[in-house]
């Protein structure tokens, strides 16, 4: 039962940044499209979102949220996903789909030493060196991109933003793993949802009410519906399911996933091309996940 219910929790985690590496081709496009700010994208996200969070809890059992858990729930928002999203949103525009996956990756870096302060999460001297050439892999990914003939480029914006984004999720993962594991995914998240909207709205309610919405290609407005149904919805149901089962660290492992996908599309519409360089550096990002998960199981075993 025990070996199932991991296995449940690590499919969810696989899936949902599988979504998220997607995710990056998609957002990409949506926002060079000038027809509507990185504000009202992130506005959209969070009504669409939180409508369908909202709809379902309905039919859910009733649960209640303490008071004292609504400041820390609204806190959860600012960081998972008002911070962590806008400033993906923000930056996805000023850096390349495939750096902007290998930076994401380097948030298990962050999250390991956080879980390590606020949940006490062991850190044995295996799971460091893993983490370590992970992160040698990522650096020498990035520097063997210095000189690539990729369309898109990349600058210091698009960097700081990504790098802002993987620090914010991190910290939700790390430190409000006991608030998620409370309570359902559904209470949890029609409210992190509702909050977002509320921060969002203001500023973005002229320009939302205002858009020339038939000027937006289908296209578009079909990647405007896969970023809420699938890299929202779907994802923020499967990352606290996740969360649930397995250690912070292991979660955000998860997040080299998105290199993979990142890399793969990239190269299918000819953004990029497969250097022995990228691969040497695939094989030590992905050893250091092995090294990671294989010094995790030991603990547990312990």
């Not at 709809?55 to 649960?63: A, D, N, Q, T, V």
């Not at 959860?76 to 806008?86: D, P, T």
């Not at 909050?195 to 405007?224: C, R």
């Not at 599309?265 to 250097?275: E, P, Q």
Request: hydrophobic content about 55%; proline content about 4%.
């Amino acid at each position: 039962m025990k070996s199932y219910r991991n296995l449940l929790g690590h499919l969810a985690c696989l899936v949902a940044y599988s979504i998220f590496g997607f995710n990056i081709i998609v957002c990409k496009d949506l926002t060079s499209g000038e027809y509507l700010s990185p504000l009202s994208i992130f506005t959209l996200r969070a009504v669409g979102a939180g409508a369908l969070f909202w709809l379902i809890s309905f039919f859910m059992p009733k649960e209640t949220v303490e008071k004292k858990d609504y400041l820390k729930i609204f806190a959860a928002s600012v960081l998972g996903f008002f911070i962590c999203q806008m400033s993906f949103l923000a930056g996805i525009s000023h850096i390349t789909p495939m750096d902007c996956s290998i930076l994401a990756s380097i948030s298990p870096i962050y999250t390991m030493f956080i879980a390590a302060v606020a949940l006490k999460e062991p850190i044995s001297l295996q799971k460091v060196g893993g983490v370590v050439v992970s992160f040698l892999g990522i650096i020498y990914l990035i520097l063997s991109n210095v000189s690539g003939s990729g369309v898109a480029q990349t600058d210091a914006f698009g960097i700081a933003m990504i790098i802002i984004n993987s620090i914010s999720f991190s910290l939700y993962l790390g430190i409000f793993k006991p608030l998620i594991s409370k309570y359902s995914v559904f209470t949890f998240m029609k409210w992190i949802f509702l909050y977002s909207f509320l921060m969002s709205f203001p500023f973005s309610a002229k320009e939302l009410f205002t858009a020339n919405w038939e000027a937006i290609p289908a296209v578009q407005l079909s990647e405007l519906a896969y970023l809420i149904i699938c890299a929202t919805f779907i994802t923020y149901t499967l990352i606290p399911l996740g969360q649930k089962i397995i250690r912070p660290t292991l979660v955000s492992m998860y997040s080299y996933v998105q290199p993979i996908i990142a890399i793969v599309i990239s190269i299918c519409i000819g953004m990029d091309t497969l250097t022995w360089q990228k691969v040497l550096a695939a094989v030590m990002v992905f050893g250091g996940v092995i090294i990671v998960s294989y010094s995790k199981s030991k603990v547990e075993k312990g």
